[in-house]
């Protein structure tokens, strides 16, 4: 077990150990001479303050004169003296002395007592120095800590004062204010404010992320950076002397006990032993000649003096170890102890010895990090440093290690925002090379819808001029000549419908018996084609994909009575499985479901006053041969589409019903692929639209490769990372600045 500190002595002293604390404590004041010296030290303090209370409370002028001989006997330290101090008169009234002998190791409770303006409520703590209550300040109306001081002179009055004045000037939000200090009723107090809450080091007994730690003994370590602007030295911080308190704006932590745990007697040392301060004069203290004399108290003349020994020995720097100078890279060592300990656990220095722990100290042999530990080496090498032996190793102020700790504390955020950013570039360039690549796909795209439309045209126009051809040719056949020249005699009363019916099967017999090899060459033998003759009534009298067919009426076709009656030839785009068309028989008796290209040639007799239809030519081609003549490529998806909105092809449909309302080309999606689509018309007599070639083909770029959605991803993915790098960014500033 380590020495005991100031704490553990004073909670020894006053009861307040738990019973295993307790007895872990006296475990080891069996075994350690060092610890035993300073509670007895502590002990005889603590006896002479209570009988000294005592004695001022008591109006017998007896008893009033053993307040003053204690008083010089305890200051000239003569055993001797101590020994005469007490008169016989005293000594005859064992009733009086025996007054003091409880009260002697336990402060008086004040608890319910008014000092001055203040009403003291609860003890709430005991220090080295003295004991803390909570308090009402009747004057100002406020709740106060109130700390009162276990030893009151005049002289160490004056040098709290003049401390609280410095303090006063400390106006932080990380540091206890101090408000008042005063003398009532012969007891010195300090007002300061009450932080409820807890310390720092049974706030770290918990477990905490290592970011927590270290921003808590940030906030403290700005605390002592204000007291050093204000030329103040803690020369005692430890994590019992910070508490952590919730001031409305979170959790913060305050530190306490400026330059008060150094205000004091030096003899008593309620926090170190004889020893160092042997030591102190040999190395660094006052020369012989200013050192006082023996038979008076000594005193010290400043808080921040130099060759004096104060501090809690597991926390002390080397300088105080052996008397040299007390700077603010004193607190920094102090402060970096604290934070060692709060990091991984255990103490960088080991000592079962006050001796041992000052030759660790000096040495500057830390201890090496435990097992398990889980601490950064950046982290460690700041910490490390302030715990150099020699101050001028250390950071040059407590501003520097703190914006040290400040950056390491950032690292995490920095590497956020650097992969962030990293990540967002990666998608920003992807963004870009699939931005590139599509504008050339999409360009390269256009050129070939263009070429393809170009070739569609010339398709169209080739085949419009090959029906023609063929229809010129079918009129020049003699069969033609009497399928034009005959007419139902019974319509006029020169025959019967019996001798008609003959001459329509004779007319079908020499339309079946003709070769229609030569009409058919003139279509193209990449286009078979469908033959039908109809006379002037519109029956058909012959199909070559029925020959054998009995005629039927082909009026019942709107298109086939609009060439009958308005125009002498047209083309149109017909489904194959029309109902209404396959009753007709042009097709056959079952036709394949598709689309055809239907061209009509009425021979048309007279003049434009008196125009008769002699008979009519049809010829049907199957519109999917025309996807050999105009498909370019085979990336290019080509679809024909009719005016009622039925298509062949390989366009996904519904891609067709979007580009068949698009005047231009367009991009669009289908099952999670991208496509650019483009409908090109066909055009008929007299600039009719007969139907529309869809093209379409899938835009493929650097992110469309990936998968569907890839582009939206990406670019969502990229905002993401660039709101996290720029909140990253923004958190690492407010770490390093603040």
């Known amino acids: 077990m380590e020495c005991l500190d100031a704490n553990a002595v004073q909670d020894l002293m006053a009861g307040a150990l738990d019973p295993s604390a307790r007895a872990q404590a006296m475990s080891h004041l069996d075994g350690c001479a060092d610890c035993r010296d300073l509670l007895a030290l502590l002990a005889k303090d603590?006896?002479?303050?209570?009988?000294?209370?005592?004695?001022?409370?008591?109006?017998?002028?007896?008893?009033?004169?053993?307040?003053?001989?204690?008083?010089?006997?305890?200051?000239?330290?003569?055993?001797a003296l101590m020994a005469t101090a007490m008169p016989q008169s005293a000594a005859r009234e064992p009733d009086e002395l025996d007054k003091l002998k409880p009260r002697r190791l336990l402060a008086p409770n004040l608890s319910g007592r008014t000092l001055d303006r203040y009403t003291l409520l609860e003890r709430i703590g005991v220090g080295a120095m003295g004991v803390v209550y909570r308090a009402d300040d009747v004057g100002l109306g406020r709740r106060v800590a109130l700390k009162l001081l276990h030893q009151p002179d005049e002289a160490l009055t004056e040098r709290l004062v003049r401390e609280a004045r410095s303090m006063a000037q400390v106006n932080h939000p990380h540091v206890v204010a101090v408000y008042d200090v005063g003398v009532a009723d012969g007891m010195t107090y300090i007002a300061m404010e009450l932080v409820p809450g807890m310390s720092l080091r049974a706030w770290q007994k918990a477990p905490h992320k290592e970011a927590e730690i270290v921003q808590a003994y940030i906030e403290a370590g700005r605390g002592l950076a204000a007291a050093h602007a204000a030329g103040i030295v803690h020369r005692d911080f430890k994590p019992d002397n910070c508490l952590i308190g919730n001031d409305g704006h979170g959790q913060r932590v305050k530190v306490t006990d400026f330059g008060l745990a150094a205000a004091r007697v030096a003899e008593a040392r309620p926090v170190v032993e004889a020893k160092p301060r042997r030591k102190a004069r040999k190395t660094g203290g006052p020369p012989p000649s200013e050192a006082p004399a023996q038979a008076k108290p000594v005193r010290e003349s400043s808080l921040t003096a130099s060759g004096s020994v104060l501090g809690t020995p597991a926390y002390m720097a080397p300088e105080q170890f052996t008397g040299g100078n007390v700077d603010p890279r004193t607190d920094q060592f102090n402060f970096c102890v604290a934070l060692y300990e709060a990091l991984y656990g255990a103490r960088p220095f080991a000592g079962k010895s006050f001796d041992e722990l000052r030759a660790q100290v000096c040495g500057g042999r830390v201890q090496p990090p435990p097992g398990g530990a889980r601490v950064s080496g950046a982290l460690r090498a700041i910490v490390l440093r302030g715990l150099s032996v020699r101050p001028g190793d250390r950071f040059p102020t407590m501003d520097h290690l703190l914006a040290e700790l400040g950056r390491d504390r950032a690292t995490p955020w920095r590497r956020t925002a650097i992969a962030a950013a990293l990540v967002g570039g990666v998608l920003a360039m992807g963004l870009i090379a699939d931005l590139v690549?599509?504008?050339?796909v999409t360009a390269e795209i256009?050129?070939?819808?263009?070429?393809?439309?170009?070739?569609?045209?010339?398709?169209?126009?080739?085949?419009?001029?090959?029906?023609?051809?063929?229809?010129?040719?079918?009129?020049?056949?003699?069969?033609?000549?009497?399928?034009?020249?005959?007419?139902?005699?019974?319509?006029?009363?020169?025959?019967?419908?019996?001798?008609?019916?003959?001459?329509?099967?004779?007319?079908?017999?020499?339309?079946?018996?003709?070769?229609?090899?030569?009409?058919?060459?003139?279509?193209?033998?990449?286009?078979?084609?469908?033959?039908?003759?109809?006379?002037?009534?519109?029956?058909?009298?012959?199909?070559?994909?029925?020959?054998?067919?009995?005629?039927t009426d082909l009026t019942r076709l709107p298109w086939v009575r609009s060439a009958l009656t308005q125009k002498d030839r047209l083309i149109t785009l017909v489904r194959t499985d029309d109902p209404t068309l396959a009753a007709t028989g042009v097709l056959g008796p079952a036709p394949p479901a598709g689309l055809d290209f239907v061209y009509m040639r009425s021979l048309v007799l007279g003049n434009s006053q008196a125009k008769e239809v002699s008979s009519a030519f049809l010829?049907?081609?199957?519109?999917?041969?025309?996807?050999?003549?105009?498909?370019?490529?085979?990336?290019?998806?080509?679809?024909?589409?009719?005016?009622?909105?039925?298509?062949?092809?390989?366009?996904?449909?519904?891609?067709?019903?979007?580009?068949?309302?698009?005047?231009?080309?367009?991009?669009?999606?289908?099952?999670?692929?991208?496509?650019?689509?483009?409908a090109q018309p066909i055009r008929g007599f007299d600039n009719q639209v007969v139907g529309k070639v869809v093209m379409a083909r899938q835009l493929d770029s650097v992110l469309l490769s990936l998968f569907p959605g890839a582009r939206r991803m990406f670019a969502l993915a990229m905002l993401v990372a660039a709101v996290i790098a720029l909140i990253a960014a923004w958190r690492t500033r407010q770490i390093v600045r603040a």
Request: no cysteine.
């Open 46 to 79: 603590a006896a002479r303050d209570a009988a000294v209370s005592t004695l001022r409370e008591t109006s017998d002028p007896g008893i009033r004169l053993i307040e003053t001989q204690l008083s010089v006997a305890s200051a000239s330290g003569d055993p």
């Open 437 to 440: 690549v599509r504008d050339r």
């Open 446 to 551: 256009a050129e070939s819808f263009a070429l393809t439309a170009r070739q569609t045209n010339r398709a169209w126009d080739g085949l419009t001029a090959r029906f023609d051809t063929s229809a010129n040719q079918m009129y020049s056949l003699s069969v033609m000549r009497e399928v034009a020249s005959n007419r139902d005699q019974a319509d006029f009363g020169l025959g019967s419908p019996e001798d008609d019916a003959k001459n329509l099967e004779h007319l079908h017999s020499a339309l079946t018996s003709q070769d229609w090899t030569l009409v058919r060459d003139f279509a193209g033998t990449q286009y078979p084609t469908t033959i039908a003759i109809a006379d002037y009534k519109g029956r058909m009298l012959f199909s070559t994909a029925a020959p054998r067919s009995a005629p």
């Open 619 to 678: 010829e049907a081609v199957d519109a999917a041969k025309l996807f050999g003549e105009i498909r370019l490529d085979e990336r290019t998806r080509l679809s024909i589409v009719a005016p009622d909105g039925t298509a062949i092809g390989d366009v996904p449909s519904g891609l067709v019903d979007k580009a068949a309302h698009a005047d231009a080309m367009s991009t669009e999606s289908d099952d999670g692929r991208v496509f650019q689509v483009l």
